[in-house]
């Protein structure tokens, strides 16, 4: 069994930064796929950002594009989310997935395992 474990969400002011962190075990870390979701209130979750199990190829939806960085520690079974220049819009909750899919997904349907959530507000 998978579990993983989201951290660092909270309140911050439009502009600001936040650093997520999601937390693995129960499997072999470095063996998966990982991607970073989120869901606004009223709305469906969306993909965020992708990581390959190696940490060299990443994916992101168009609207986090030069303001979030996926990274991946395999030797810490830890993969983060680094947001910068947050906008009101990115006001929701975040959530970390592992996908048994070798290459890199953007479908909810194909991630196995999800975290809890954390919830991230940003104020204008």
């Known amino acids: 069994q998978v579990q993983l474990v989201e951290s660092g969400g909270g309140l911050v002011q439009a502009g600001g930064s936040l650093r997520l962190s999601c937390a693995a075990s129960?499997?072999?870390?470095?063996?998966?796929?990982m991607g970073w979701f989120r869901q606004a209130p009223g709305k469906e979750r969306e993909f965020v950002a992708g990581?390959?199990?190696?940490?060299?190829?990443?994916d992101y939806t168009d609207s986090v594009v030069g303001r979030f960085t996926i990274s991946r520690d395999n030797a810490k079974n830890t993969v983060y989310l680094q947001m910068n220049s947050l906008k009101p819009e990115d006001t929701a909750v975040y959530y970390c997935?592992?996908?048994?899919?070798?290459?890199?997904?953007?479908?909810?349907?194909?991630?196995?395992?999800w975290g809890q959530g954390t919830q991230v507000t940003v104020s204008s």
């Open positions: 997935a592992l996908t048994q899919y070798s290459a890199l997904e953007r479908r909810i349907s194909h991630y196995d395992y």
């Open positions: 129960g499997r072999t870390f470095s063996s998966n796929t």
């Open positions: 990581i390959s199990r190696s940490g060299i190829t990443r």
